[in-house]
């Protein structure tokens, strides 16, 4: 028992140390680490975790880490997640709020947070691919996403406001009777080299 | 002491409140400084920069650069452990619901709906960091060239990670750890 929440304690303290740029940029080390490495949790699930990280208080990476450790050990293993999803950017801010006032200023420093955004925006349309395939099974699906990709796009609606609106939307519509089965759905973001509004 | 047990309850307040992720803590962080008088403005504006160029959630960030600024070394614990609290309590409880009435077709179907919004709504913060990093909308809005839009180099290093991605199916961090090399090495 002891054992599992060191365990999980370490797996998010090393995701926390190697992801920049917040919740999202998350996704894809999660996808790799729980999905694929340790089989702790489906592409499914983390989607039902962002969706409900984002309608719930808090920072949706640590309401991921949260879910996630308490799926896997209860009470205890949701505190030792979060301990652990937490545990790098202390160490680390502390470090540099005492000792390097002007890091964000460095020349260095912007340069490579330049290029590690580059590289973040790649890596996580690559996981939307995947999470559209497993999310938009119909063609209700596919409304449902291209409405809510407008939304966010283009109109300041909370995100808050658009999962419960579309929580509401699943009570009220029933999944449609033809399931694009076998079939892959459209991947209108796929690539990641030729977005340019 | 006391001090420490104001920033607890203050960053308990934002996480409590902050709904939808790190840069909805901003609004709180700003009434925070003006009522309290630990940082400005201007202080805040350092803090997203900070915040953004380390790993980590942006709020947890924040949350440990303002708890640091403000009380030292145990102010950034308490500041982040009272960020962490909230959603703590909320998301075990929503998790316990949620097992119980997993099998519920209810649950079944806002899960169904809420999918693809999930989908959507990271996709979008996918392309609105794409927009930061690939394109230069500030200097486009002077000189109106197309050519002035695009972020050539970036672009060119997302194309390469991309191309990285597909061959090698590596972990990521290791794309983020080249990619941060590369940025230094042609000064992005």
Redesign the interface.
Known sequence: MLKDLFNLFFVFAKI??????????????FQ?ELVDNRGWTTE?KL??Y??????????????TA??IG??RAG?PG??AA?LG??F???V???V???FLQN???L??????????????????????VG??K???IDYK??I??????GL??FAPV???I??IL??V???I?K?AKTPFSGKTPEK??E???K??? | MLLLLRLFFEFFKTGLFAVGGGLATLPFLYEMGSKTGWFTAADIADMIAVSESTPGPMGVNMATYVGVKTAGLPGGAVATLGLVCPSLIVIIIVARILNRFKDSALVKKVFYALRPASAALITAAGLGVARIALLRLDIFKETHVIFDLLNWKCILLAVAVYIGIRLFHKHPVLYIALSALAGVIFSL
């Open positions: 926390g140390a190697v992801t920049f740029g917040g919740g999202y940029a998350m996704l894809p080390v790799r499914e989607m039902d962002f969706a409900i990280s984002q309608c719930t208080p808090g920072v949706i990476a640590v309401n949260t879910f308490c799926s009470i949701g505190i979060t999803v937490v790098p950017s202390i680390i801010i502390t540099l709020a005492i890091f964000a200023h020349e260095a420093v912007r340069h490579a947070f330049n290029g590690i955004r580059a590289c973040v925006c790649v890596l996580i349309l690559n996981s939307v999470l559209i497993k999310a938009v699906c596919l449902i996403y291209f409405v809510v990709l966010s796009l909370s995100p808050v658009i999962v579309v929580g939307t699943g009570v519509i999944p209108p973001e690539s990641p080299s977005k340019g509004k």
